[in-house]
């Protein structure tokens, strides 16, 4: 059965049971000559200008948002208008009117509807594929996998708020009739952020909106474009007007004033530490107006470590500590940025490391090399800024510069830095780049120590032949996903629900059996029978 095929019975029937889209191979010819026209439709409506939609309000703002392709800063993807805290309260209450009928609709209907974005998804996968290497520089590969976890998140979403729908009770209480309903919050704020724009963007939006909820949506000012491409998605599956209104905006302007708005009941947020401590704190500030408890969503990034025993295979090692560190130049937040390395086999590792590292391909990733730009402008002097830290810090190895190219993109080299103290700022700190620091550890215990040694908790890895040395990570390492003998990026929507301990966020658990009961409240009925 084809993918297609899955979501068309899924339309008319009891849903199948739920499986990964497969991530497509561009070593066939036909699937690279369909990304590359692709990538030609898509520069042609380039600089095209878009509205600001809130209910049947077509608004021109006097400033705007200009989205750039950070391979080619000086190409603009799409100019956006600028909401600000003026536009709040009419975003408001178009949500507010159109939640009074979208949560009444039964759940196998706003599931449909996910199911039918799924499957036009499918139908437009390489135009997404190319919005997403030309608005924030994902390769081929990073790129399609970006857009089959946002059609897993549909599919399983989909199929989880059925499940929901048919919850019970435990017991039935003698004489009693009794029922657990799980029932929509109000309005959410849908704050994703730019590096994974299509898949936790439309995930954390396609969960508030399965649930019944309605949404108000800021995409990151880096990504807007992918955005306004993901509501054309919903409008042709059919959501209805002002279920989801998409506002682009920046964060401090549109953003916290959408926050502290006293009818926004959660907010679901993906970024910064910082910021997110500031949407926490903010939520729990009550409005005047406020009748309720503002629930946060917060997945804030983390200092991810890799830990590398003396036991391991050092090839297999290497391969998934450069794939973690430097696939999308580094920013992901589930990115290894530290590689802790047991003394005993250290300098192998280390140089076997520093010979894969300069295999990568750094350049546009129209042109599908390995590793990109970073981001933007002030991303790059981040980086590079963290990297004059290290120096200072550790040995340089590799990298420790800017790449300059013809189109002036944003890039910094694969850098690796080596005997780096686990308390040094480029192993404290979240970097987002292409940027490894390599610590030195006493034994498996010390290394473990030595990863829990930061105020996040997100990711994390063991490449270990012993099962011993597994069986205690599973115990002791502090990270909400944890992986062995393979790379600590990558995960599936159902088989790795993603989140994170400590400062890496509220472990919320993104594509797994529990996310959905974030964006609810458990409603318990109980009728005495044989009464009447």
């Not at 730019?194 to 000012?221: D, E, Q």
Request: hydrophobic share 45%.
């Amino acid at each position: 059965m084809t993918a297609g095929a899955l979501t068309e019975e899924v339309l008319t029937g009891t849903p199948t049971p739920f499986r990964n889209e497969e991530i497509l191979d561009f070593a066939i010819p036909d699937n690279t000559r369909a990304l590359l026209t692709a990538l030609d439709e898509v520069r042609r409506q380039f600089g095209c200008e878009y509205d600001l939609a809130i209910g049947d309000m077509r608004l021109l703002t006097e400033s705007k948002i200009v989205s750039i392709n950070p391979a080619r800063p000086s190409e603009i993807i799409g100019v956006h208008q600028r909401a600000t805290a003026e536009h709040v309260e009419a975003a408001m209450q178009v949500a507010l009117a159109a939640f009074e009928s979208w949560r009444l609709r039964p759940a196998a209907g706003r599931a449909q509807v996910l199911f039918r974005a799924a499957k036009l998804a499918r139908e437009r996968r390489f135009e997404f594929d190319a919005w997403l290497v030309a608005e924030v520089g994902k390769n081929w590969q990073e790129a399609d996998a970006d857009v089959a976890e946002m059609i897993d998140f549909m599919e399983y979403y989909g199929r989880e708020a059925l499940r929901l729908d048919a919850a019970s009770t435990p017991i039935q209480f003698p004489g009693e009739r009794n029922q657990l309903r799980y029932v929509p919050l109000g309005v959410g704020a849908m704050i994703p952020p730019w590096n994974y724009p299509f898949a936790i963007m439309a995930g954390m939006t396609a969960a508030a909106l399965v649930c019944g909820n309605t949404a108000i949506l800021k995409p990151s000012v880096d990504s807007p474009t992918i955005a306004v491409k993901f509501m054309e998605l919903l409008r042709d599956a059919g959501l209805p007007e002002g279920v989801v209104t998409l506002c682009v905006g920046e964060g401090p302007e549109f953003g916290r004033a959408l926050v502290a708005h006293p009818q926004t009941r959660f907010i679901a947020f993906t970024g910064s530490k910082a910021v997110g401590l500031e949407i926490h704190e903010a939520a729990a500030q009550t409005q005047p107006g406020q009748i309720f408890l503002k629930r946060t969503i917060l997945e804030l990034g983390g200092k991810d470590a890799i830990i590398v025993a003396d036991d391991c295979d050092l090839d297999l090692a290497v391969e998934g500590v450069v794939q973690s560190a430097f696939g999308f130049s580094g920013q992901k937040c589930s990115a290894c940025s530290r590689a802790i390395v047991d003394q005993r086999i250290y300098e192998p590792f280390r140089d076997r490391l520093l010979e894969r590292v300069k295999q990568i391909q750094v350049g546009d990733p129209a042109g599908n090399h390995f590793v990109g730009p970073v981001i933007n402008e002030r991303a790059h002097r981040r980086v590079l800024d963290y990297i004059a830290i290290g120096k200072t810090e550790g040995k340089l190895l590799a990298g420790g510069h800017p790449l300059e190219t013809n189109e002036g993109g944003y890039y910094i080299a694969p850098t690796v830095i080596a005997d780096v103290p686990p308390d040094a700022r480029i192993a404290q700190e979240e970097i987002f780049g292409p940027v490894l620091a390599l610590i030195k550890a006493k034994d498996f215990d010390d290394a473990l120590a030595i990863a829990n040694g930061t105020e996040y908790g997100l990711t994390g890895g063991v490449f270990s032949a012993s099962v011993e040395k597994l069986d205690k990570a599973r115990l002791e390492f502090q990270v909400g996903n944890l992986y062995f003998n393979r790379k600590c990026t990558g995960a599936m929507v159902g088989a790795h629900p993603f989140g994170g301990f400590k400062m890496s966020g509220t472990d919320s658990k993104a594509g797994g059996p529990d996310y959905l009961l974030l964006f609810t409240q458990a409603k318990s009925i109980a009728e005495k029978v044989g009464t009447i």
